[in-house]
């Protein structure tokens, strides 16, 4: 079974400051994908950043970044520089294709930029 | 450059009635999805479509919820005779064959029974 873990309910950041919402996940699998999902009052959910298992690199989206340690099965979402606009829902998702293409979600971090 | 529609936004059913909610996915998407998220929580994934067949229906919570999608393009997610615990937002996402490309969200439908 795959699951996905996140440990942090809400969080809150001063603006212009760095945070960093945790992910973790369990998989026996050995391909599968990692995103970070925003979504914001407007219930419209977008995706933030997307990370390949078989890449070694952290995936990097302007102020976004992940750190992807496969081997502790972690994928931390780090936001720099945080705005107004940034206070959302972050939902952690792994997918697997031998799985049938379906997506995982964690909970959900709630975050709030603090002007 | 239209995104996902969803329609109804907002549905507010009494218990035991019928209720079809519509997905207008990315013309040229092969894949379509069904998610409920109920109030403070994750996304509880429902059914998938690869093309017009689901191969996956196991996440659909009973037999009074069903799903078809027609000409690889419009679905409906269908719940009969509905319960309170079915209250939540209904998100329906779209993408390419191809699994690593991203999810394309609606803004969700969102379900009250009373």
């Known amino acids: 079974a795959q699951t996905v873990t996140q440990s942090q309910p809400e969080m809150s950041v001063q603006e212009a400051e760095t945070v960093t919402l945790s992910c973790t996940y369990d998989?026996?699998?050995?391909?599968?994908?990692l995103f970070w999902y925003k979504q914001p009052p407007s219930r419209q959910m977008i995706l933030v950043i997307r990370?390949?298992?078989?890449?070694?690199q952290n995936a990097t989206e302007n102020r976004f970044s992940v750190n992807f340690q496969k081997a502790a099965k972690s994928f931390s979402l780090k936001i720099s520089d945080s705005q107004l606009g940034d206070t959302a829902m972050y939902f952690c998702?792994?997918?697997?294709?031998?799985?049938?293409?379906?997506?995982?979600f964690g909970t959900g971090t709630s975050l709030t930029v603090i002007p | 450059g239209a995104g996902v529609s969803q329609s109804p936004s907002n549905k507010v059913t009494e218990k035991g009635k019928d209720v079809e909610l519509r997905c207008d996915p990315i013309?040229?998407?092969?894949?379509l999805y069904w998610y409920r998220q109920r109030l403070g929580q994750g996304l509880e994934f429902l059914i998938y479509?690869?093309?017009?067949?689901?191969?996956?229906k196991s996440g659909l919570p009973s037999d009074r919820f069903s799903a078809e999608r027609t000409g690889e393009s419009v679905s409906t997610l269908t719940i009969q005779r509905t319960q309170q615990e079915d209250s939540a937002v209904y998100l329906c996402?779209?993408?390419?064959?191809?699994?690593?490309?991203?999810?394309?969200f609606g803004p969700g439908t969102r379900l009250t029974v009373l």
């Open positions: 013309s040229g998407h092969t894949a």
């Open positions: 479509f690869q093309g017009n067949s689901a191969p996956d």
């Open positions: 996402a779209s993408s390419y064959l191809f699994e690593h490309n991203e999810q394309f």
């Open positions: 990370q390949e298992a078989y890449k070694q």
């Open positions: 998989t026996s699998e050995n391909n599968y994908y």
């Open positions: 998702a792994f997918m697997t294709p031998n799985t049938g293409n379906q997506f995982y």
